[in-house]
T-cell receptor, first 113, second 113 residues
Framework: DVKVTQSSRYLVKRTGEKVFLECVQD?????MFWYRQDPGLGLRLIYF???????EKGDIPEGYSVSREKKERFSLILESASTNQTSMYLC????????????FGPGTRLLVL | DQQVKQNSPSLSVQEGRISILNCDYT??????FLWYKKYPAEGPTFLIS?????DKNEDGRFTVFLNKSAKHLSLHIVPSQPGDSAVYFC????????????FGKGTLLTVNP
C-alpha cells in the first residue's frame, strides 16, 4: 500500500510567520504535489515536482514556495503566512506511468490568525 | 475558466438506490479521467478511472461512464450504502501534461439509511 504522510494534522500560526508543511511518501514515486482544498473551490494545485530539485508552479503558487531535496520528501513553505492561507493542505504523489493515479496524504488543516 | 465542472454541489439518495454523480469537461485534450472520494478530515482516496478510449469501466458497485461527444462522465454507485456518504471529486488529465490532474469542485453525496 502506498503511504503518504504529512507532518501535522492541525496547525495554528500567526500572520507573518514562516510555515513549513512536510510530506513524505514511501513508494519511490517520481511526482509529488501540493494542493489546497477550500469549500466550494475543490482542490487547487499549488506546486508540483516531477523529480528531485525540480518543481513547477501549479494554478495558485502565489505566496508559496516548495523544496524537494530528496525523492521521498516534498515541503511546502509559506514565507509569510496570511489569513487567506487558512485552508486544508493536501499532499499527493504518483508514479510516472500512464495511469497517473495520485495518492493523497491525510491533509493538514492550517489556521492562520 | 473551470475545465472540469461538477454542477451539483450535493446529492441525497436512499440506501439501496442508485447514486449518479455527474461531471462535465471542456478541454478536448483530456484523455484520462478519475474519481476520488473524500471523507471529512481525510485525504481523497482513488476510486475508479477511465481512459478516453473506453466508454465504461466497472469495479464492484462503482461504474464510470464516459460520453466523449458530450464531454460528460458519470459515476454510478449501485446499491448505495451509508458508508458511501462523502465528497466525490472528478479529475482529468490532459494529453499534453504528464503530471497534472485538474479537479472539479466536488459533490457531497449523502446516503440516508
Amino acid at each position: 500500500d502506498v503511504k503518504v504522510t504529512q507532518s501535522s494534522r492541525y496547525l495554528v500560526k500567526r500572520t507573518g510567520e514562516k510555515v513549513f508543511l512536510e510530506c513524505v511518501q514511501d513508494m519511490d514515486h517520481e511526482n509529488m504535489f501540493w494542493y489546497r482544498q477550500d469549500p466550494g473551490l475543490g482542490l487547487r494545485l499549488i506546486y508540483f515536482s516531477y523529480d528531485v530539485k525540480m518543481k513547477e508552479k501549479g494554478d495558485i503558487p502565489e505566496g508559496y514556495s516548495v523544496s524537494r531535496e530528496k525523492k521521498e520528501r516534498f515541503s511546502l513553505i509559506l514565507e509569510s503566512a496570511s489569513t487567506n492561507q487558512t485552508s486544508m493542505y493536501l499532499c499527493a504523489s504518483s508514479l510516472d506511468t500512464v495511469r497517473k493515479t495520485q495518492y493523497f496524504g491525510p491533509g493538514t488543516r492550517l489556521l492562520v490568525l | 475558466d473551470q475545465q472540469v465542472k461538477q454542477n451539483s454541489p450535493s446529492l441525497s439518495v436512499q440506501e439501496g438506490r442508485i447514486s449518479i454523480l455527474n461531471c462535465d469537461y471542456t478541454n478536448s485534450m483530456f484523455d484520462y479521467f478519475l474519481w476520488y472520494k473524500k471523507y471529512p478530515a481525510e485525504g481523497p482516496t482513488f476510486l475508479i478511472s477511465i481512459s478516453s478510449i473506453k466508454d465504461k469501466n466497472e469495479d464492484g458497485r462503482f461504474t464510470v461512464f464516459l460520453n466523449k461527444s458530450a464531454k460528460h462522465l458519470s459515476l454510478h454507485i449501485v446499491p448505495s450504502q451509508p458508508g458511501d456518504s462523502a465528497v466525490y471529486f472528478c479529475a482529468a488529465r490532459s494529453r499534453g501534461s504528464n503530471y497534472k490532474l485538474t479537479f472539479g469542485k466536488g459533490t457531497l453525496l449523502t446516503v440516508n439509511p
